[in-house]
């Protein structure tokens, strides 16, 4: 039975045309957009681009059959980047959160098997972004927990330090101190620690305990040895790991894989709740875009007949809770959608 409420998002898709006028006084110095865009030599933590910044790229036809067409993908991930960062040059745009001295980490979501993973062709998209500005393969490594997992989700186990590293937890120690965060503790990858950079690359899915996991679960419970002992926890846990200077000092950008939605049955697949999204998100505020996600979901399941993640004893308590910490924007009336419409992928590559 599908609720009686306005169509998903489009409060915030009208903002739209004043995106860049609403951005300009959150940006530093008081610079506007225009005179803030040249991205510093090395920047030492995220660029913001205003908190509650999102943008959205999307293109029809962009999957063929399960999976993103390359081409698609890098189009879209480019996009997405460049809009992001204010810069027309794609170059430029990457480095406006990378310097090419710095190594860096892709943290992936491969616990939904290939159908629910970050897609390779998006995380491919970032690569080839990354060393087109300059970052030497050596220095980019793709990190999720489980080496099974990821072979699952098409990704092979690489470990040649002279070229782009694939990478498990079993592949490295983690951090022999336990660290405390709020009511959770945590100790984290070497993986991790030892990255100057962190880029999030999640995917948008319903959770069986959080009720949702897109940005802030992908690292926070990612990123650490037995995330389950905070599993009792996990509003609390999502919030106050991420406001530890370990993590917001390393997460400079946000790509999100948004090609398919589950909205229910997660994290892991459930078939008959996936749906197709064709879209790819860029921000550097992790809440904004758990929110967004959140909206995707509750309408879907609305639309589809399903209780409300609240009436099945999982709310994202968590979004509310960070936005009052102080690490982003979750009133959707704050929140500048961006949304890029591209033609439909033809899969021609031109």
């Not at 008081?30 to 913001?48: Q, T, Y």
Request: include cysteine.
């Amino acid at each position: 039975m599908t609720q009686n409420k306005p169509p998903l998002l489009s409060r915030r898709d009208a903002l739209l045309t004043t995106a860049t006028a609403a951005l300009s006084p959150l940006l530093p110095n008081g610079l506007h957009a225009s005179a803030a865009s040249a991205p510093p030599e090395k920047p030492s933590r995220a660029v913001p681009t205003g908190p509650g910044h999102v943008v959205r790229v999307h293109m029809p036809n962009m999957r063929q059959g399960s999976f993103p067409h390359p081409h698609a993908a890098r189009i879209m991930v480019e996009r997405a980047v460049a809009t992001l960062s204010r810069q027309s040059d794609s170059r430029a745009a990457w480095r406006t959160f990378v310097h090419p001295s710095e190594r860096v980490m892709l943290k992936v979501n491969c616990l939904g098997t290939r159908m629910v993973s970050t897609m390779k062709e998006v995380t491919d998209a970032v690569i080839d972004g990354l060393q087109g500005a300059g970052v030497p393969p050596e220095h980019i490594t793709v990190v999720d927990m489980f080496a099974s997992n990821m072979m699952g989700g098409r990704y092979e186990q690489r470990t040649a330090k002279n070229r782009v590293r694939v990478l498990a937890h079993r592949d490295a120690p983690y951090e022999s101190q336990w660290v405390t965060a709020g009511k959770a503790r945590v100790k984290f990858s070497t993986l991790f620690t030892e990255s100057d950079v962190v880029i999030n690359l999640p995917v948008i899915k319903d959770h069986d305990l959080s009720g949702v996991t897109c940005c802030m679960k992908n690292v926070t419970f990612g990123v650490v040895e037995k995330p389950h002992v905070n599993h009792n926890v996990i509003n609390d846990a999502l919030c106050h790991i991420w406001a530890l200077e370990a993590v917001r000092s390393r997460v400079r950008l946000n790509i999100i894989d948004g090609s398919t939605i589950l909205y229910d049955g997660g994290p892991k697949y459930n078939r008959a709740a996936l749906v197709p999204h064709e879209s790819i998100y860029a921000t550097t505020d992790p809440v904004a875009m758990d929110a967004i996600a959140h909206q995707h979901i509750a309408e879907l399941r609305a639309q589809n007949g399903l209780r409300t993640l609240a009436e099945v004893k999982r709310p994202p308590l968590y979004i509310q809770q960070a936005a009052d910490m102080g690490l982003g924007i979750a009133d959707p009336n704050l929140i500048a959608l961006e949304t890029i419409e591209l033609p439909p992928f033809s899969g021609a590559v031109s």
